[in-house]
């Protein structure tokens, strides 16, 4: 298939490079063309990039599959920017106006400029989202067109580390695509929430691979955000601290891992698993349930209580809250962890989709795959046509060639050679013709002179002639 617009995003995450084409109708409708994935083990870290030549490369092959399935060149791409350093900080700005004048979108781009040049320490501000308006002391969610003497406004800042931007800047200077533009991932997440989730007050848990995002909105905004630098491959460790792969340990963790706290498992049940180390000596890898459910467990309450302790920081209370919890990320896909969640945090739990209807006839299912919440955000907030639009030059026009008319006679002449293509006389030859046209010219002038010298005799000589006669 051949797309003449769509928008191309990358999400970075700890486990996986995914890649999406696909475009956006004005009625909310999402049209998914293509994905594709690699492993990004060895180059990103707690959604940082580690490794840039290897992140790169891992881009390249992301890309070329996505062309190869769009049948089109990509010209720039969004890329999702998370990671452990993220998180949220207030930035409180106060401005005097000289007079009663109405709040206009210069003044409100001009604080939130203020608030990108703040000071942050070492770390870098990412995004400005606006928190509350106070214009003469009077609390205000629309500021635009209201007039008064003074406005304050409280921004939420997005800041992380300025190696986040430096190293995606650099990937980007090996790649044959340009970067449209940076988008938060874990904003990108809160496309599994609704509106009225997020104006009632809610925690968005994005469980993912080796970071635990929590983010708390109320009254329709971001109020809080933290990232906890543990996730599921934490769990997936711990398993293989059991003598198995990491591989095996990973695919143990969602096919017999369980983490309801009240399970009940008899002692001494075994489960049997095939090995996927062809160089082990048994084939199957003996599993006991009671062990690896105490493993799993430990990690897991070890990971709620952490974002517990991230709520009670963010000065919200569970009455405040009356959205629940909402969970994404591909490690919340881990059996009972929903009932963990509700017991330990004594809110109501559920699973985030995808807000927003999904046209495809190979991904219509995608929306409800925690893995892609991130990367359909991220595809959801991009803006510009990602598509390469090659430029043909105009070849210069060819002179028509000239159509000689010959007119029919009875004895025709010798046919001319056309003047376009002459025919090459050696130089030679051209002087010898020369030399004897001058040569004819000279003996034609010197009989010319010899003829007039014989007139004029003849005229002498009849006069004479005459005058004897009349003499005699």
Same mark, same amino acid.
């Given at each position: 298939?051949? &797309? +003449?617009?769509?928008? @191309?995003? !990358?999400?970075?995450?700890?486990? *996986? #490079?995914?890649?999406? /084409? =696909?475009?956006? $109708?004005?009625?909310?409708?999402?049209?998914?063309?293509?994905?594709?994935?690699?492993?990004?083990?060895?180059?990103?870290?707690?959604?940082?990039?580690?490794?840039?030549?290897?992140?790169?490369?891992?881009?390249?092959?992301? &890309? +070329?599959?996505?062309? @190869?399935? !769009?049948?089109?060149?990509?010209? *720039? #791409?969004?890329?999702? /920017? =998370?990671?452990? $350093?993220?998180?949220?900080?207030?930035?409180?700005?106060?401005?005097?106006?000289?007079?009663?004048?109405?709040?206009?979108?210069?003044?409100?781009?001009?604080?939130?400029?203020?608030?990108?040049?703040?000071?942050?320490?070492?770390?870098?501000?990412?995004?400005?989202?606006?928190?509350?308006?106070?214009?003469?002391?009077?609390?205000? /969610?629309?500021?635009?067109?209201?007039?008064?003497?003074?406005?304050?406004?409280?921004?939420?800042?997005?800041?992380?580390?300025?190696?986040?931007?430096?190293?995606?800047?650099?990937?980007?200077?090996?790649?044959?695509?340009?970067?449209?533009?940076?988008?938060?991932?874990?904003?990108?997440?809160?496309?599994?929430?609704?509106?009225?989730?997020?104006?009632?007050?809610?925690?968005?848990?994005?469980?993912?691979?080796?970071?635990?995002?929590?983010?708390?909105?109320?009254?329709?905004?971001?109020?809080?955000?933290?990232?906890?630098?543990?996730?599921?491959?934490?769990?997936?460790?711990?398993?293989?601290?059991?003598?198995?792969?990491?591989?095996?340990?990973?695919?143990?963790?969602?096919?017999?891992?369980?983490?309801?706290?009240?399970?009940?498992?008899?002692?001494?049940?075994?489960?049997?698993?095939?090995?996927?180390?062809?160089?082990?000596?048994?084939?199957?890898?003996?599993?006991?349930?009671?062990?690896?459910?105490?493993?799993?467990?430990?990690?897991?309450?070890?990971?709620?209580?952490?974002?517990?302790?991230?709520?009670?920081?963010?000065?919200?209370?569970?009455?405040?809250?009356?959205?629940?919890?909402?969970?994404?990320?591909?490690?919340?896909?881990?059996?009972?962890?929903?009932?963990?969640?509700?017991?330990?945090?004594?809110?109501?739990?559920?699973?985030?989709?995808?807000?927003?209807?999904?046209?495809?006839?190979?991904?219509?299912?995608?929306?409800?795959?925690?893995?892609?919440?991130?990367?359909?955000?991220?595809?959801?907030?991009?803006?510009?046509?990602?598509?390469?639009?090659?430029?043909?030059?105009?070849?210069?026009?060819?002179?028509?060639?000239?159509?000689?008319?010959?007119?029919?006679?009875?004895?025709?002449?010798?046919?001319?050679?056309?003047?376009?293509?002459?025919?090459?006389?050696?130089?030679?030859?051209?002087?010898?013709?020369?030399?004897?046209?001058?040569?004819?010219?000279?003996?034609?002038?010197?009989?010319?002179?010899?003829?007039?010298?014989?007139?004029?005799?003849?005229?002498?000589?009849?006069?004479?002639?005459?005058?004897?006669?009349?003499?005699?």
């Amino acid at each position: 298939m051949e &797309i +003449s617009n769509y928008i @191309a995003a !990358i999400d970075l995450g700890s486990s *996986k #490079i995914v890649g999406i /084409i =696909g475009s956006k $109708s004005e009625d909310n409708i999402i049209s998914v063309y293509a994905v594709e994935k690699e492993s990004s083990d060895a180059c990103i870290k707690r959604g940082c990039i580690q490794n840039v030549e290897e992140t790169a490369l891992k881009i390249k092959r992301v &890309i +070329s599959r996505l062309e @190869a399935r !769009i049948k089109s060149k990509i010209d *720039k #791409i969004y890329i999702g /920017i =998370g990671g452990q $350093s993220i998180h949220s900080i207030d930035n409180k700005i106060n401005h005097q106006l000289n007079e009663e004048t109405p709040i206009t979108a210069q003044i409100i781009d001009t604080l939130k400029e203020i608030s990108m040049n703040s000071p942050v320490g070492n770390k870098e501000v990412l995004e400005v989202l606006p928190s509350e308006y106070l214009i003469d002391g009077k609390k205000v /969610i629309q500021p635009i067109g209201v007039y008064g003497s003074e406005i304050e406004v409280t921004h939420k800042l997005i800041v992380g580390r300025a190696s986040l931007k430096k190293n995606i800047q650099r990937v980007f200077e090996k790649l044959d695509v340009s970067l449209a533009g940076f988008i938060i991932s874990p904003l990108a997440a809160s496309s599994v929430m609704t509106e009225a989730e997020k104006n009632l007050g809610a925690v968005l848990v994005d469980f993912g691979a080796e970071t635990t995002t929590v983010s708390i909105y109320k009254d329709g905004l971001l109020r809080y955000l933290a990232v906890i630098p543990i996730g599921g491959k934490a769990i997936t460790k711990d398993i293989a601290s059991l003598q198995i792969l990491e591989e095996d340990a990973e695919k143990i963790k969602f096919i017999h891992g369980d983490v309801s706290p009240d399970i009940d498992i008899p002692e001494g049940k075994v489960l049997n698993y095939n090995n996927s180390n062809n160089n082990s000596v048994s084939d199957v890898i003996k599993i006991y349930p009671k062990t690896l459910h105490k493993v799993i467990l430990a990690r897991t309450e070890e990971i709620v209580e952490n974002i517990n302790n991230q709520i009670r920081l963010s000065g919200y209370d569970k009455q405040q809250l009356g959205s629940g919890i909402i969970i994404t990320g591909g490690a919340s896909r881990i059996k009972n962890f929903t009932q963990l969640l509700i017991k330990k945090a004594e809110m109501d739990v559920k699973f985030g989709e995808f807000n927003k209807t999904i046209q495809s006839q190979i991904y219509s299912e995608i929306g409800k795959d925690p893995h892609f919440s991130v990367l359909l955000g991220t595809l959801l907030r991009g803006e510009e046509n990602c598509r390469k639009v090659e430029i043909v030059k105009e070849k210069p026009m060819e002179k028509e060639p000239e159509i000689i008319i010959q007119e029919t006679v009875s004895n025709p002449a010798p046919t001319p050679l056309p003047s376009s293509t002459p025919v090459a006389v050696p130089e030679v030859e051209v002087k010898e013709k020369e030399q004897k046209a001058e040569e004819e010219t000279v003996k034609e002038k010197e009989v010319n002179k010899f003829h007039k010298f014989v007139n004029i005799f003849t005229d002498i000589f009849t006069e004479t002639s005459k005058d004897e006669k009349l003499r005699d």
